[in-house]
């Protein structure tokens, strides 16, 4: 697996380098000499291929990050010089007169490069850094004395680049929608507890949990299996998180909450094997990937939240998550189980989001009595 892996980066890379070096060569065309194109298609090469070796390599810690970030930039460079070749078309057919204007001959592919490329580039990290809250409204086929208010956040991805600043952004979206219940369903973490250590993001998730009264649940997502679990989960308990492994649990003595283990643990326990004995109570169920989503809808399960996914995080990547996943993002009932996979509340590699945008769905659970 890890071998496919480094081919299909080191193809990725070869061919991203060589679409943006000439993006850049056309774009850039009116600055450059012959001379200065050459050697700006050697330089994209070089730096492409020195930070895949480190990745490869693993010379250091940070290694995989840069190249990934170095990777997205180079395909928002191909995206910029696919829509700036676009209207250029359209100028040259269109509106000739502005196309055969001598500053626009000079100077006006360049400019449209820059504008797009600054453009892609800010709408990603706004994407990443700004999150958005998706409101939800479902009813189920059992009894609840009042509407239960929850909230559903995967991927935090805790680290270098996502840390006390969200979780600030967190507790604000909790206590303006007026939380009860708050669900993590995996990838609190990325990889391990470093930053969060250093940066001492205990206390704003210390924070976060007292804002919620019927407390904050989470399970274990891939990235918080990755040779870092035991610390993970006991830094999440240190902080009031309860951390439910192949476990179910009742909520406030009405609601029952089943959190799963992430399915890269062979052994993990089927879902069969997690439900309560008492059916009739409504039963939400965690599980980080949407994998299981098939066999837990013919279950009497009335909600899973999952994530893992992150919508793709950057364009076209969306539609090869769609293509693989029954639900890869967003809302939907199958049979009588609501389903609700979340693009994510951070972004896993690089700080980007491009087609998809970093969010916190807040879901209105109302029990039949209530309609």
Known sequence: MRWLFVVIMVTLFELFSYGAAQG????????????????????????????????????????????????????????????????????????????????YQNYGVLLMMALGFAGLV????Y?????????????????????????????????????????????????????QLLLMPGDIMDDDIKYYQARQMQSNLQQLVSQVPLGVYATLGNHDLYGNRAEITDALRQAGVQVLIDESVLINNQVWLVGRLDDMVGNRK??????????NQPIIVMDHRPSGIHENSQLPIDLQVSGHTHNGQIFPANFIVKYLNTVAYGYEKIRNTHVVVSSGFGFWGVPFRLGSQSEVWVIEMVGESER
Not at 74 to 102: D, E, K, M, R
Not at 122 to 125: A, I, M, R
Not at 138 to 157: C, F, G, Y
Request: glycine fraction near 6%; charged fraction near 10%.
């Open 122 to 125: 800010g709408l990603s990290l």
């Open 127 to 179: 994407n990443a850094y700004r999150p958005t809250v998706r409101r939800l409204r479902i009813t189920i086929d059992k009894p609840l004395s009042t509407p239960l208010r929850l909230a559903m956040v995967s991927d935090l991805h805790l680290g270098l680049l996502v840390g006390k600043r969200h979780l600030e952004q967190l507790s604000n979206i909790i206590q303006r929608e007026q939380v």
């Open 270 to 279: 089927a879902t069969t094997e997690l439900m309560p004995a008492n059916l």
């Open 24 to 103: 850049l060569n056309w774009g850039l065309a009116s600055i450059l000499s012959p001379q200065s194109a050459q050697y700006l298609l050697w330089g994209v090469f070089a730096i492409s291929n020195g930070l895949l070796v480190i990745a490869i390599l693993r010379l250091f810690s940070l290694g995989l990050k840069l190249a990934m970030t170095w990777l997205t930039l180079l395909w928002l460079v191909i995206l910029t010089t696919v829509a700036v070749a676009g209207v250029n078309v359209i100028l040259h057919y269109s509106l000739s007169t502005l196309y055969q204007q001598p500053f």
